[in-house]
């Protein structure tokens, strides 16, 4: 069989590409490669056919809000942004001291422009307004981030809370005494806990369901926390992720995010329809006002980080061409000839070059990129 012969067919996204050498391969789909997140699959049917994994192609649902509004403008009844179903609406009995302030917070990969919130909480007050998406989130992957800052060093309550109708299932911020990023309603169930008062840099998990990050409130930070639903407890629960000042120029990866793991939620979320923003305190015991900045939020199906490399392959005689972008010099090839319970080793010195030959000279043969 000559490569000149070389037939491509291609099937969905979400399917394998199978390449053919001059003839039909066996009618048996082979097993699906697992998608790692900082990993890209080449799969190849050395002498017989090319397999890789298609990355999703998602058409994203998003909602975004940027405060770009007139400095001193109350946050009820602003209605700019993208992806909503409606205005900003003031939370019933709480106060009305949201307002939009002068400058926007920035970040690295995050385009950030015109003005910002900021959310003052006093005494007993609460400082929250509620707005619907445009569309609900209900299945597959959901991810929300916000640029939030904490300057008076407060405890009080605050951030963006993801909401189910009229049920709040989430806060991403500070929970009520905690000095540090955190996100509850975290399923506690077999988990090694901390039952003690919250410390300032402590993180892990609390019995109440919070997941500190370690990270002050102090300092400006971007909050990402990635929703998969039905992939908790049951089938029906949620599973979290949850980053606090990503490099969003890399590939997701879950080993860099808050607990190095995902966690299941105690609870089914329902449909994600709305958020909240703002926080306060529903009694003054959690000292000085709040004074509490808030600016580029994002709610997304498509992830914010840089996408994987591709891995591309050509064939020549009898060796294959694996190659992939310049910028991801330092990746490592790896390979095996078992998608199931195989063994994926390096390829030697593949991560000082982006390219590499090697000969067809086994029935079947798997590639990926690994990121150390």
Same mark, same amino acid.
């Given at each position: 069989?000559?490569?000149?012969?070389?037939?491509?067919?291609?099937?969905?996204?979400?399917?394998?590409?199978?390449?053919?050498?001059?003839?039909?391969?066996?009618?048996?789909?082979?097993?699906?490669?697992?998608?790692?997140?900082?990993?890209?699959?080449?799969?190849?049917?050395?002498?017989?056919?090319?397999?890789?994994?298609?990355?999703?192609?998602?058409?994203?649902?998003?909602?975004?809000?940027?405060?770009?509004?007139?400095?001193?403008?109350?946050?009820?009844?602003?209605?700019?942004?993208?992806?909503?179903?409606?205005?900003?609406?003031?939370?019933?009995?709480? =106060?009305?001291?949201?307002?939009? @302030? $002068? /400058?926007? *917070?920035?970040?690295?990969?995050?385009?950030? +422009? !015109?003005?910002?919130?900021?959310?003052?909480?006093?005494?007993?007050?609460?400082?929250?307004?509620?707005?619907?998406?445009?569309?609900?989130?209900?299945?597959?992957?959901?991810?929300?981030?916000?640029?939030?800052?904490?300057?008076?060093?407060?405890?009080?309550?605050?951030?963006?809370?993801?909401?189910?109708?009229?049920?709040?299932?989430?806060?991403?911020?500070?929970?009520?005494?905690?000095?540090?990023?955190?996100?509850?309603?975290?399923?506690?169930?077999?988990?090694?806990?901390? =039952?003690?008062?919250?410390?300032? @840099? $402590? /993180?892990? *998990?609390?019995?109440?369901?919070?997941?500190? +990050? !370690?990270?002050?409130?102090?300092?400006?930070?971007?909050?990402?926390?990635?929703?998969?639903?039905?992939?908790?407890?049951?089938?029906?629960?949620?599973?979290?992720?949850?980053?606090?000042?990503?490099?969003?120029?890399?590939?997701?990866?879950?080993?860099?995010?808050?607990?190095?793991?995902?966690?299941?939620?105690?609870?089914?979320?329902?449909?994600?329809?709305?958020?909240?923003?703002?926080?306060?305190?529903?009694?003054?015991?959690?000292?000085?006002?709040?004074?509490?900045?808030?600016?580029?939020?994002?709610?997304?199906?498509?992830?914010?980080?840089?996408?994987?490399?591709?891995?591309?392959?050509?064939?020549?005689?009898?060796?294959?061409?694996?190659?992939?972008?310049?910028?991801?010099?330092?990746?490592?090839?790896?390979?095996?000839?078992?998608?199931?319970?195989?063994?994926?080793?390096?390829?030697?010195?593949?991560?000082?070059?982006?390219?590499?030959?090697?000969?067809?000279?086994?029935?079947?043969?798997?590639?990926?990129?690994?990121?150390?």
């Amino acid at each position: 069989m000559k490569p000149s012969a070389l037939k491509t067919k291609l099937q969905s996204s979400t399917q394998l590409r199978k390449v053919v050498f001059g003839r039909s391969l066996d009618s048996a789909k082979p097993p699906e490669p697992t998608m790692f997140t900082r990993h890209v699959i080449l799969g190849g049917m050395i002498a017989c056919g090319i397999f890789s994994a298609g990355l999703p192609s998602a058409s994203a649902a998003t909602a975004a809000e940027g405060f770009d509004y007139t400095a001193g403008s109350a946050i009820g009844g602003l209605n700019g942004g993208s992806g909503w179903g409606g205005a900003w609406t003031f939370v019933t009995a709480a =106060t009305t001291n949201s307002a939009i @302030g $002068a /400058g926007s *917070l920035t970040y690295p990969n995050i385009t950030s +422009s !015109g003005n910002k919130m900021i959310s003052v909480a006093t005494g007993n007050g609460d400082s929250r307004a509620l707005r619907s998406f445009a569309t609900g989130y209900s299945s597959g992957s959901m991810y929300a981030s916000v640029l939030v800052q904490n300057l008076n060093d407060s405890v009080r309550y605050f951030g963006l809370s993801l909401y189910s109708g009229g049920t709040e299932q989430m806060l991403m911020g500070a929970g009520s005494g905690f000095y540090d990023w955190t996100v509850n309603r975290i399923a506690t169930n077999g988990m090694s806990v901390i =039952t003690d008062l919250p410390v300032s @840099g $402590a /993180g892990g *998990l609390y019995a109440n369901g919070a997941l500190d +990050s !370690g990270i002050d409130t102090s300092a400006l930070a971007l909050l990402l926390v990635k929703v998969d639903f039905n992939a908790g407890i049951g089938g029906t629960n949620e599973l979290i992720t949850f980053w606090v000042n990503p490099d969003l120029s890399q590939v997701e990866n879950v080993a860099d995010a808050i607990g190095g793991q995902s966690y299941s939620t105690d609870r089914d979320f329902g449909t994600i329809d709305r958020v909240r923003i703002g926080g306060g305190a529903d009694s003054g015991t959690y000292g000085v006002a709040a004074l509490l900045y808030m600016d580029e939020i994002n709610i997304s199906s498509v992830s914010p980080f840089a996408p994987p490399p591709t891995l591309s392959q050509s064939v020549s005689g009898g060796d294959i061409t694996l190659s992939w972008p310049a910028g991801n010099l330092g990746w490592h090839l790896q390979q095996t000839t078992n998608l199931v319970g195989g063994t994926w080793m390096d390829v030697p010195d593949s991560s000082l070059v982006t390219a590499t030959n090697l000969p067809i000279s086994l029935p079947a043969e798997f590639f990926r990129l690994r990121n150390p």
